[in-house]
């Protein structure tokens, strides 16, 4: 596996990491806070714990096919960069949505700019390829 390959992996583990760490975060918010499952409502911060993790959930399909086809069909270091990129983001938003939903923007926008330059990236890198 080519260095910048490996790079691209090491992004998506990363990736992985993160999500199974805000996991962990849910876990002990559930047990501080006393939100005994099933629920996911009764305290804010747990609350806001929580979606945190979903949110990211819900991003993780887009941001891992984009990472793959930007990198298979376009550039492997260009998609490991921009990965980090994501990932920053992403640990941007988790900081800034506990502390006050009100200023996560700036950690949402940059997830949804690395996705889109990951996705529409790699599509431009697949279509070139076929023609």
């Not at 409502?41 to 993780?60: C, D, K, S």
Request: aromatic share 12%.
């Amino acid at each position: 596996m080519p260095w910048a390959q490996a790079f691209v992996a090491l992004v998506a583990l990363a990736a992985a990491a993160l999500y199974l760490f805000m996991g962990a975060r849910v876990g002990a918010a559930r047990a501080k806070y006393n939100v005994v499952a099933p629920a996911t409502a009764g305290n804010p911060i747990f609350e806001r714990t929580f979606r945190v993790q979903q949110n990211t959930l819900e991003q993780l399909p887009v941001f891992l096919v984009g990472l793959y086809f930007f990198s298979a069909h376009l550039s492997a270091l260009g998609a490991a960069i921009i990965g980090v990129i994501w990932l920053l983001g992403r640990v941007l938003y988790m900081q800034s949505y506990i502390a006050d939903p009100a200023k996560r923007g700036p950690g949402a926008l940059i997830t949804f700019a690395s996705e889109a330059v990951l996705v529409i990236g790699g599509a431009v890198g697949v279509i070139r390829s076929i023609m």
